[in-house]
């Protein structure tokens, strides 16, 4: 018996019969975090990491089935023993160990390697199959350092102070928008669209101490902003409503800002390539620390990272799935970005 297959409502563990991350209804559903392509609506039960529980009931409802699970933390369903382990990708966000008869199945949900002081960092996990993403699986995708990224932002606000100019940050509402704000702590009055809030209150609601800011009602006059730092979902980017700050220069904060012909970022003033995901060499780093004797490539660049990985000599096989990449992200802030 395969310990999990990959059936049209999503990842399934077969003597477990629970699915991880499905994307249809299912009678239950393993989280391995709160992203919008990853944690949605129409399931029985919930089970996630703690500091998640929150967020599923901010995104999804207040009145979902939902169990909370502790990292490294061991519970059995089914007779398959099942632990969460830290992914370094978001708030609560886990990769997901699968133990039955001697045989370990890792799947990662999304990752990073990169510690940024608000996920609990990235723990390898051994296994004799691994389940990784590949959001940027080519070479072209490699991350500055933590402090180097903040510092870029940090000096950028600075130069448009020095201009009398707003700095605005488009970033998504769950985990970037964070990051954001605690790499410009400091720097000049903050102040964030509702949507982020409603998750600040996330974070903060499971201890987690965020920089202060406001909340920006784009309802009333929003002049007082002036020379400060607003954060808004990328969903906002060509309304009316981040039209309405005066003087203002926006930057994008993005993986794919590392490809500066990226299309739908071309009227941006500034980019900066910030991602809560792995670049190439930690997405290969993260697989050969698993020691998996086979590597099962989902969202992304699934075909050449596979490729890749069987001319190293680690048997890969590309998986369809329907998670989405960052991008994806923005559906959930179109709804909220309707909140000005």
């Not at 039960?45 to 909370?68: A, E």
């Not at 382990?85 to 390697?113: C, F, M, N, T, W």
């Not at 002036?226 to 203002?248: H, T, Y």
Request: proline letters at 4%.
């Amino acid at each position: 018996m395969r310990l999990i297959q990959f059936r049209l409502e999503g990842i399934y563990c077969v003597p477990g019969k629970f699915f991880i991350d499905p994307w249809r209804p299912v009678d239950m559903a393993l989280i391995t975090h709160g992203h919008a392509d990853h944690a949605r609506w129409g399931m029985k039960k919930y089970l996630c990491h703690h500091f998640t529980v929150p967020i599923l009931k901010s995104r999804i409802s207040p009145d979902i089935i939902v169990q909370g699970i502790g990292y490294n933390e061991s519970i059995a369903i089914n007779g398959v023993k099942v632990s969460f382990h830290p992914a370094g990708h978001i708030i609560g966000s886990a990769q997901i160990r699968l133990e039955y008869k001697g045989k370990v199945v890792v799947i990662s949900g999304d990752y990073k390697l990169q510690n940024d002081g608000l996920s609990t960092p990235f723990e390898s996990v051994k296994c004799h199959e691994y389940v990784s993403e590949s959001t940027f699986g080519l070479p072209i995708y490699q991350w500055k350092s933590v402090d180097q990224q903040n510092e870029e932002m940090s000096n950028w606000v600075v130069q448009n102070q020095s201009y009398q100019k707003t700095s605005v940050f488009v970033g998504y509402s769950l985990g970037k928008a964070q990051r954001i704000m605690k790499a410009v702590e400091g720097t000049a009055p903050l102040y964030v669209h509702y949507s982020i809030h409603k998750l600040n209150q996330a974070y903060e609601s499971v201890g987690i101490q965020l920089p202060k800011y406001e909340v920006l009602d784009f309802r009333e006059d929003v002049k007082h902003v002036n020379q400060g730092i607003v954060i808004v979902p990328p969903a906002l980017v060509d309304s009316n409503v981040i039209r309405k700050i005066p003087n203002m220069a926006y930057a994008i904060c993005s993986g794919w800002m590392t490809v500066r012909g990226a299309r739908r970022w071309r009227s941006a003033d500034a980019g900066f390539a910030i991602s809560d995901h792995a670049d190439w060499n930690d997405l290969l780093d993260a697989i050969k620390q698993s020691e998996a004797e086979k590597v099962y490539v989902t969202h992304g660049q699934t075909a050449v990272f596979s490729k890749y990985l069987n001319e190293i000599g680690i048997e890969s096989e590309e998986v369809k799935t329907e998670f989405g990449e960052e991008e994806d992200e923005a559906v959930y802030d179109k709804v909220e970005g309707s909140m000005e």
